[in-house]
């Protein structure tokens, strides 16, 4: 009797994880093992006994009250087969990738396609399928502005019950969906401003500085000195898009930061506000290295470049870094920093009137043309400038490698969308698409005509070439997301099995057969998708 009793005691809790974790051979279990029974399962059995004593002695908690009701979110439906759609979409949100057949298209790769046209019709996620469109743009970072917005409202509702989906809460997209449907009142503002996490006051920034720049340079001034350096840092980033000349004062406090960054951020910023005292000292200090030698015309002078010969305490104040890097020059160094804050306008005025193209086109002395010809394409490209960007990007025709300061990606940007496309499109017509990619990925999408034509050409001339596609997988796997659908019916031919030509690599005609096949099918798809998107 006393041996039962003593077997069935309660035992602490802490004592059996004790015994537990150091191991029974290590530390005798607080318990006495049955007949035939050997410690660690009496040590076990013992746990599981307690667990349940444990679990019967908790007194039932108060029922806590239910969720407020979803709020209703007007916009209308999808249609029932692109409903049918994302259900199928989101069943395979796989990382992109290959899987499957060669020949399938890659559906994880047209999801954000789906959800930005979605999007474009104003449509709303079905209820039924929020919970899984909360975990694909869980996983994947790149589809949630576009998720959160098609989720709208009721996903929002949805995230604030379930710890996985957090992410939604943190400043989701300040555009269609998931914006108040009014701006709020000067309190409201200022206690989200003040009590809302990281990621929630950066988009709260960028809808008041896109509403009222003024109010949201306010917003930030006001807590300015206690933010962290990092945080400083991109809540100064985030003024770029909306930058307007009252925000000078600011910029020019920022200046004299204690972080390093934060500094040349600001020095940025002040660069793209051509009529900025920042702006005039930096023109002041370029003038004094820069200048056109004497000449009856302008067009025939040449530039003469004589560097600075210290970094003096008011350029280090400018946001001039000292010290270059590894391999630079500091003198070098210092007049890429000066030229490239320098308004261009200032340019024509020094050189007697020159345009862009015209200055771009003078003679540099004693081998300084590649600096300054450098630190004139960042400029263009802070300073959005189409005409110096058409001026230093040249001839499409040109040999890719002709300059090595030029950054074409970076320049085209600064151009209106249909003459990029053309640009880009006369130069695969010449060079072909080794050299294409990245020039590729700055040009509007879907690509309009010749753009789109031009990379079929490119492709098919690779094609008769005989070489690998994997070569061009990159831009094949562009043309898959950004090509007109309407390209499929002429990429139809190109399925077939080619003759190979003499030299050719082996089995090459058979993968280039494979992968038309998965662009002619992608692009069908897309085709369809669009096609269910608007009712038809």
């Given at each position: 009797m006393t041996s039962s009793s003593t077997s069935t005691a309660p035992v602490s809790w802490d004592d059996l994880v004790a015994a537990a974790l150091l191991g029974t051979e290590r530390r005798t279990p607080p318990v006495a093992p049955r007949p035939g029974q050997d410690a660690p399962s009496a040590l076990l059995d013992a746990a599981a006994l307690s667990t349940v004593r444990r679990r019967a002695g908790l007194r039932p908690a108060a029922a806590r009250p239910g969720p407020a009701p979803a709020p209703e979110d007007p916009r209308p439906p999808l249609p029932p087969a692109a409903r049918g759609r994302l259900a199928m979409l989101l069943a395979d949100r796989s990382t992109p990738g290959r899987s499957g057949p060669r020949t399938a298209p890659d559906l994880a790769e047209l999801l954000p396609q789906w959800l930005a046209l979605a999007n474009q019709h104003g449509y709303r996620a079905p209820d039924a399928l929020l919970p899984t469109l909360l975990d694909a743009a869980r996983a994947r970072t790149d589809l949630r502005p576009e998720a959160l917005t098609l989720g709208g409202p009721r996903a929002l509702w949805l995230a604030r019950l379930n710890p996985d989906w957090k992410f939604a809460l943190r400043g989701g997209p300040p555009g269609r969906g998931t914006a108040p449907a009014s701006e709020p009142g000067d309190a409201d503002l200022l206690r989200q401003w003040e009590e809302g996490l990281f990621a929630e006051r950066v988009s709260l920034l960028a809808r008041t500085r896109h509403r009222d720049p003024v109010a949201g340079l306010a917003l930030l001034s006001g807590t300015w000195?206690?933010?962290?350096?990092?945080?400083?840092?991109?809540?100064?980033?985030?003024?770029?898009?909306?930058?307007?000349?009252?925000?000078?004062?600011?910029?020019?406090?920022?200046?004299?930061?204690?972080?390093?960054?934060?500094?040349?951020?600001?020095?940025?910023?002040?660069?793209?506000?051509?009529?900025?005292?920042?702006?005039?000292?930096?023109?002041?200090?370029?003038?004094?290295?820069?200048?056109?030698?004497?000449?009856?015309?302008?067009?025939?002078?040449?530039?003469?470049?004589?560097?600075?010969?210290?970094?003096?305490?008011?350029?280090?104040?400018?946001g001039v870094v000292p010290k270059p890097p590894s391999g630079r020059g500091e003198r070098s160094w210092w007049l890429s920093q000066l030229v490239e804050a320098t308004p261009l306008t200032r340019w024509s005025e020094w050189f007697g009137g020159l345009d862009a193209d015209r200055i771009v086109a003078l003679p540099v002395a004693d081998g300084w043309k590649g600096d300054l010809h450098a630190a004139w394409c960042r400029a263009a490209v802070r300073q959005r400038s189409a005409e110096w960007s058409r001026a230093l990007?040249?001839?499409?025709?040109?040999?890719?490698?002709?300059?090595?300061?030029?950054?074409?990606?970076?320049?085209?940007?600064?151009?209106?969308?249909?003459?990029?496309?053309?640009?880009?499109?006369?130069?695969?017509?010449?060079?072909?698409?080794?050299?294409?990619?990245?020039?590729?990925?700055?040009?509007?999408?879907?690509?309009?005509?010749?753009?789109?034509?031009?990379?079929?050409?490119?492709?098919?001339?690779?094609?008769?070439?005989?070489?690998?596609?994997?070569?061009?997988?990159?831009?094949?796997?562009?043309?898959?997301?950004?090509?007109?659908?309407?390209?499929?019916?002429?990429?139809?031919?190109?399925?077939?099995?080619?003759?190979?030509?003499?030299?050719?690599?082996?089995?090459?005609?058979?993968?280039?057969?494979?992968?038309?096949?998965?662009?002619?099918?992608?692009?069908?798809?897309?085709?369809?998708?669009?096609?269910?998107?608007?009712?038809?």
């Open positions: 000195s206690a933010e962290r350096a990092e945080d400083r840092l991109m809540f100064l980033d985030s003024l770029r898009d909306d930058l307007v000349p009252s925000d000078e004062p600011f910029l020019e406090q920022a200046l004299s930061d204690r972080s390093r960054n934060v500094r040349a951020t600001a020095a940025e910023l002040l660069a793209a506000l051509p009529t900025s005292a920042f702006a005039a000292r930096m023109a002041e200090r370029s003038a004094a290295c820069v200048s056109l030698s004497p000449s009856p015309s302008p067009d025939t002078g040449q530039i003469t470049v004589d560097a600075p010969a210290r970094c003096d305490s008011g350029m280090q104040r400018d990007l040249g001839s499409p025709g040109a040999p890719p490698a002709a300059a090595a300061w030029r950054d074409p990606a970076k320049l085209l940007s600064a151009l209106p969308a249909a003459e990029r496309a053309q640009w880009v499109a006369d130069f695969i017509a010449s060079h072909g698409l080794s050299d294409a990619f990245r020039l590729l990925g700055v040009c509007a999408v879907p690509w309009s005509e010749p753009l789109g034509g031009a990379v079929v050409d490119a492709l098919d001339i690779a094609r008769d070439a005989g070489s690998y596609p994997w070569s061009f997988s990159g831009v094949m796997g562009l043309a898959e997301r950004y090509l007109d659908p309407a390209q499929a019916d002429r990429l139809e031919v190109l399925t077939a099995l080619p003759d190979e030509p003499e030299g050719a690599a082996p089995g090459a005609g058979g993968y280039w057969s494979e992968a038309f096949q998965r662009l002619v099918g992608t692009l069908r798809l897309r085709a369809a998708m669009r096609s269910e998107l608007a009712g038809g």
